[in-house]
């Protein structure tokens, strides 16, 4: 669908996308750790997933090439608390479609397997309280039609 083309003259279009990789290790040990798993190699540079938006310049272009006006970025630190190593593994095997995907071909105890493989790496950004922290920049992006 046509986001733009669905507005009425005037109307405002708003999105928040993650910032670069590099900001999170936690997120990249995680997907790290199920691709040597699951013995699958990393998408292709460009492909969709979850920072494939975060060069904030590439983003503003792809808002004012579609005809928005007015476009304004703004950045905000998120994070995320668990309280435990198993609940950050579950949060992002709810909620990451990339990890989905990679798990979707496993059978239910290897993905049970992986789970805790991503639970175990996630405990090295747990603190003493056994609080794991996903934290990250999120881009702002809003723009007028």
Not at 27 to 50: I, L, Y
Request: net charge negative; hydrophobic share 35%; glycine share 8%.
């Amino acid at each position: 669908m046509n986001i733009y083309g669905s507005l009425v003259n005037g109307g405002r279009f708003a999105a928040a996308v993650w910032a670069s990789p590099e900001k999170d290790g936690l997120f990249a040990s995680t997907m790290n750790t199920v691709m040597k798993e699951t013995h699958t190699s990393p998408p292709p540079e460009g492909s969709p997933g979850p920072f494939s938006l975060s060069d904030e310049s590439m983003l503003r272009n792809y808002f004012v090439n579609t005809g928005f006006k007015d476009v304004a970025i703004e950045r905000m630190n998120v994070t995320f608390d668990f309280g435990s190593s198993e609940a950050y593994a579950s949060f992002v095997h709810e909620t990451a479609g990339p990890l989905q995907e990679m798990l979707s071909n496993e059978s239910p105890e290897r993905r049970q397997k992986i789970l805790k493989a991503v639970s175990e790496s996630a405990r090295k950004f747990a603190d003493n309280t056994g609080t794991v922290k996903f934290s990250n920049d999120a881009i702002c992006i809003i723009g007028n039609k």
